[in-house]
């Protein structure tokens, strides 16, 4: 696991979100939500949510994907994506 990926675990389990669980899968993270999670909210609010956040980590930044899934449906959401990542959209 790399510096980035853990600080940003840290701060996500800080966050005490009920029933969410959130662990590290390769180099990205992955965040299982409850099954009655609406994703199309958490994808909206997800980058201001995130930028808010990212103000307390103060590692040097890497490519790190999230993977949201709430059992029926999931989503992934790149901060700091590489040549590799923009080629592929």
Do not use: C
């Amino acid at each position: 696991m790399n510096p980035y990926q853990q600080k940003w675990i840290e701060v996500l389990k800080s966050a005490h979100i009920p029933n969410w669980k959130i662990e590290p899968l390769e180099e990205d993270i992955y965040i299982e939500m409850p099954h009655v999670t609406d994703l199309k909210l958490i994808r909206d609010n997800l980058p201001a949510t995130l930028g808010a956040m990212s103000l307390d980590i103060d590692v040097p930044k890497e490519r790190l994907k999230f993977i949201f899934h709430n059992g029926h449906e999931n989503f992934e959401y790149m901060l700091n994506p590489n040549e590799e990542d923009l080629d592929e959209e």
